[in-house]
Nanobody, 128 residues
């Protein structure tokens, strides 16, 4: 069955870095865009805001929310069925649960509705 498993969360200091991984199984991940979402503490809704997305390699598109642009980098290793989110210059407001999700298409969708499978999330805490 389709599964997405995030890892790499933990505690980071402001200004520090962490790299999250999203390992896909049960499908050919190279054929799908993968998105990252962040659920901040105390914010309503499930799985939170969209912060990044990477399309298939053939399309070659990456998308970032303004809040992380220039600090976060999304990449993928199709041979390992893994998508990464490199997070640099972390801020306390980056704290939250980070989810990866599979888009039901090759390009990054504009609507959350087009993400059909979600991981369980990994917690990132940014604090001094």
């Amino acid at each position: 069955q389709v599964q997405l498993v995030e890892s790499g969360g933990g505690l980071a200091q402001p200004g520090g870095s962490r790299r999250l991984s999203c390992v896909a199984s049960g499908f050919t991940s190279a054929n799908f865009a993968i998105g990252w979402f962040r659920q901040a503490p105390g914010k309503p809704g499930k799985e939170g805001e969209s912060i990044s997305c990477i399309s298939t390699t053939s399309i070659g598109r990456t998308v970032y929310a303004n809040s992380v642009k220039g600090r976060f980098t999304v990449s993928r290793d199709n041979a390992k069925d893994t998508v990464y989110l490199q997070m640099d210059s972390l801020k306390p407001e980056d704290t939250g649960v980070y989810y990866c999700a599979r888009a039901a298409m090759a390009n990054c969708p504009t609507l959350r509705d087009f993400y059909d499978y979600w991981g369980q999330g990994t917690q990132v805490n940014v604090s001094a």
